[in-house]
């Protein structure tokens, strides 16, 4: 009797869920919900949590090394660092009642993608606080996914397509290892803006689709509007999470 379970359970068919790490995944978590849909098993790290996991700041040495385990074991590591300080939306003049909203260029091409020498002037602390916090997690990120990429498992990069990640060292190292971009525009993926977005990895079923765009758009659509209560709207924050069409797309070219 012993003998012929034992038999059964061999001739079980036997699966492993594959497992992905989301860095800096969004509060809602998008890519990771669309891969938990296609059976991967998912962890988030998230400042603000996620439906997944509770709420973990990788600013901080002890989350890292929690982080550092699992990106390890994971099958697919992605890397969702908020561009924030990273944008050049800073560099666009705003107009109208936008102009109120004070955010100067931090940062700058070649030398000065990780920070303008002014940031180190009086009265620039808060921004160059706000840099350096970047960059070190941006310099963490990176590392995560190169010893992914050394380990012959899946390794991720998103930016929109201007962000200054992409001229930090690291980022520019992945391409020598093989990894390739995937250059797409949100509005292929059912974004309503055409927003310039990039992925950078070593799976190339990710770049499998163009993605460009052949809408005609407004010419406005990114300017700031001034809603009924007062407040100015950035229309960026719109486009800042993936549609669910993109997220799809994503997961079912990670599980192909
Ligand atoms: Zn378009």
Redesign the pocket.
């Known amino acids: 009797m012993v003998e012929e379970s034992a038999q059964e359970a061999a001739q079980e068919p036997t699966f492993e869920f594959p497992t992905a790490v989301g860095l800096m995944s969004g509060v809602n978590a998008p890519l990771e919900l669309a891969l938990a849909w296609c059976g991967w098993k998912v962890r988030t790290y998230e400042l603000h949590g996620t439906p997944f996991d509770p709420p973990s700041d990788l600013r901080d040495p002890e989350v890292r090394k929690r982080a550092e385990a699992d990106v390890e074991l994971a099958d697919v590591c992605t890397f969702q660092m908020d561009c924030s300080s990273l944008s050049r939306a800073r560099e666009v003049k705003l107009q109208g009642p936008a102009k109120r909203i004070k955010s100067r260029p931090v940062r700058g091409d070649g030398l000065h993608a990780r920070g303008l020498p002014r940031l180190h002037e009086k009265g620039a602390e808060k921004e160059l606080e706000m840099v350096t916090e970047a960059n070190d997690l941006l310099d963490w990120g990176l590392e995560q996914l190169h010893k992914k990429v050394d380990a012959k498992d899946g390794g991720l990069l998103e930016q929109p397509r201007g962000s200054y990640a992409w001229q930090f060292k690291r980022a520019q190292e992945l391409l020598d290892k093989g990894c390739t971009d995937y250059d797409h ?4 993926h059912g ?1 309503a ?2 927003k310039k977005q990039r992925w950078r990895g070593n799976i190339p079923e990710v770049g499998a689709r163009r993605a460009d ?5 407004s010419a406005d659509e990114w300017q700031p509007e001034r809603l009924p209560d007062g407040e100015v709207k950035l229309q960026s924050r719109e486009e800042q999470e993936y549609t669910a069409h993109h997220v799809f797309y994503m997961a079912v070219q990670l599980s192909i």
């Open positions: 525009m949100a509005c292929a974004g803006r055409a765009c052949h809408h005609v758009h």
